[in-house]
């Protein structure tokens, strides 16, 4: 990097560090008073709804007290919300909120439907409140991100949705304030442009071969670890093609298709990828990336084992967990070793899964399990989340909690399955050739496959067996019409489904259960269930074993 770049990255990094500073006092300053807090972003969200379509549904007024609305608008879900985004989107009319919506982020729902979360200026500045505090924080504890550029994965959108879609959509640029975006431009490791391709595959490419060059980058932020690790398997399997790149400023086939977008040129990384024998290792990512400073991605639930992966690859650079980011809303941010409640962001309420009492957040306790239910900027009115998590601690006022897993589904990389779409998976084979599927199950990486993959365990004849890889074909179609796990499945996370089929699928479920403690007499069929590699029946280890893994249409 040239003397100047240097020092405009430096110059911006103490910017940012000054400016962010002063927006993490502002979170503890309010830590005190938690309350009066809360009810002044209601009344601010109240003041917005007001006008709208929703405001006359509910009967709501500006000058509501938290317990009138509380009385006024029930639970909701995105189904509640579906047909006035719909009406919104189509007409530009007031539907849920007076301000004015020109984004609507894509998202999936508990059936292979997209949902689109209408993102206002109003709900990004809200969502911007936990930026600050959190940029502070890392800036404080790992000043070594101060000495490069910044890697940041945001939003990305399967390849068949791009046309579908404006390009804001994919520019998380769009989502900042003004200074905050004048910084991420002068410190950005990999150009907002990239997200913009026409396929992920020329997506995951660009990046890649931006991260090479970017021998500086101090900082990557990553929301599922195995993101990351997708990234290094592209650098290993392209790494002729991205030291050519590099080596010309030119892109190469078949990735030539990336003409609107600057090649990076690093004669020097170049001359390292030509030289790798491809081993992803320390010594090849202390060798890339000597000063990376952090690493922040999930690293709870399903994901922690990945994260422990993540880490050993690269012992020289810090880690930290990620808070609960949803494309609903922000509801934890990392502080320390703590990650409080955004309270400076939107109104939060929250489900005591233990009583399903309803509780504001200053009404939480310490050990509480509960469920988030958010009330934003952008209309979405006591929208309640699929996330359970345990309050830790507080600062101050502001409780901190920890996330624990998905409520009622399976979101080993980020894929997001339900139980309802796991059932009309088990509809759709119910009968073909003689099928009888029992459950969905979602199984880790283990030495028989090298990705997590989703397997339908199904008792079938010799007749169904025989045709196992082409209903297998099925099947991973079948789930490709789910927003989350087709991305996932392109951005190389997840392997090809399998279609696990034995004579006896009730007797397999039916042991597995017991052997893992449970009356036979109590046992219940959940049509999607987490196997770990450590429970897994010997007939569906033998499947896996004996089957080569379709990766050839991944």
């Not at 200026?121 to 070594?144: C, H, T, V």
């Amino acid at each position: 990097m040239s003397a100047l770049k240097n020092l405009t990255t430096s110059l911006l990094h103490f910017a940012s560090s000054t400016l962010t500073r002063k927006g993490a006092r502002k979170f503890i300053d309010a830590s005190y008073d938690v309350e009066s807090v809360q009810r002044s972003i209601l009344s601010d969200t109240l003041n917005m709804v007001v006008g709208a379509e929703s405001a006359v549904k509910h009967s709501l007024r500006k000058d509501m007290t938290v317990e009138e609305f509380r009385q006024q608008v029930p639970i909701t879900d995105y189904n509640y919300w579906h047909d006035m985004i719909v009406e919104q989107q189509k007409s530009g009319k007031p539907m849920l909120t007076t301000s004015s919506c020109d984004r609507y982020q894509p998202t999936s729902g508990s059936t292979s439907k997209i949902k689109w979360i209408p993102y206002t200026r109003p709900f990004l500045d809200q969502a911007d409140e936990a930026i600050s505090p959190w940029m502070s924080d890392l800036y404080a504890n790992f000043p070594g991100i101060k000495k490069g550029r910044h890697y940041w994965s945001l939003s990305w959108v399967p390849s068949d949705l791009r046309d579908q879609v404006s390009e804001s959509i994919n520019d998380d640029m769009q989502l900042l304030p003004w200074w905050k975006r004048l910084f991420m431009a002068g410190t950005m490791a990999v150009p907002e442009g990239v997200s913009l391709a026409e396929s992920s595959d020329e997506s995951f490419f660009a990046t890649s071969c931006y991260l090479v060059a970017c021998t500086d980058l101090s900082f990557m932020s990553v929301w599922s670890p195995t993101f990351a690790m997708s990234l290094l398997q592209v650098m290993q399997e392209h790494r002729e093609k991205i030291a050519e790149v590099l080596e010309t400023g030119r892109w190469v086939a078949p990735f030539d298709s990336l003409k609107n977008i600057e090649p990076p040129k690093n004669e020097a990384a170049a001359a390292y990828m030509r030289k790798w024998d491809g081993e992803i290792t320390p010594a090849f990512t202390k060798a890339i990336w000597p000063n990376l400073a952090l690493i922040s991605s999930w690293d709870t639930s399903s994901s922690k084992g990945w994260a422990e992966k993540l880490q050993a690859i690269f012992p020289h650079s810090g880690f930290q967990g990620k808070g609960l980011f949803a494309t609903e809303g922000v509801v934890t941010f990392p502080m320390g070793d703590e990650y409080p409640l955004a309270f400076t962001s939107y109104f939060y309420e929250f489900e005591d899964l233990d009583t399903n009492e309803i509780l504001c957040s200053w009404e939480l306790k310490k050990d509480m399990r509960v469920r988030p239910i958010i009330t934003t900027g952008n209309g979405l009115l006591r929208y309640q989340t699929k996330d359970m998590l345990l309050v830790t601690d507080f600062i101050n006022q502001c409780p901190c909690l920890r996330f624990i897993s998905r409520i009622d589904g399976v979101d080993m990389v980020g894929e997001k399955l339900s139980p309802d779409a796991a059932v009309k998976l088990i509809d759709h084979f119910s009968g073909n050739m003689g099928l009888s599927p029992v459950t969905l199950i979602a199984i880790p990486q283990s030495d028989l496959r090298a990705k997590p993959v989703y397997g339908l365990l199904c008792s079938g004849s010799a007749d169904a067996i025989a045709v196992r890889e082409p209903l297998g074909a099925q099947l991973e179609e079948q789930l490709n019409q789910h927003f989350h796990y087709k991305l996932a499945r392109e951005l190389g996370q997840l392997g090809h489904a399998e279609m696990l089929i034995v004579p006896d699928a009730m007797e397999v479920y039916t042991e597995h259960k017991i052997a893992g403690g449970m009356v036979a007499g109590n046992i219940k069929i959940e049509p999607l269930a987490l196997w770990q590699n450590d429970q897994m029946p010997g007939a569906v280890s033998d499947i896996l074993r004996n089957s080569k893994p379709a990766e050839a249409d991944a």
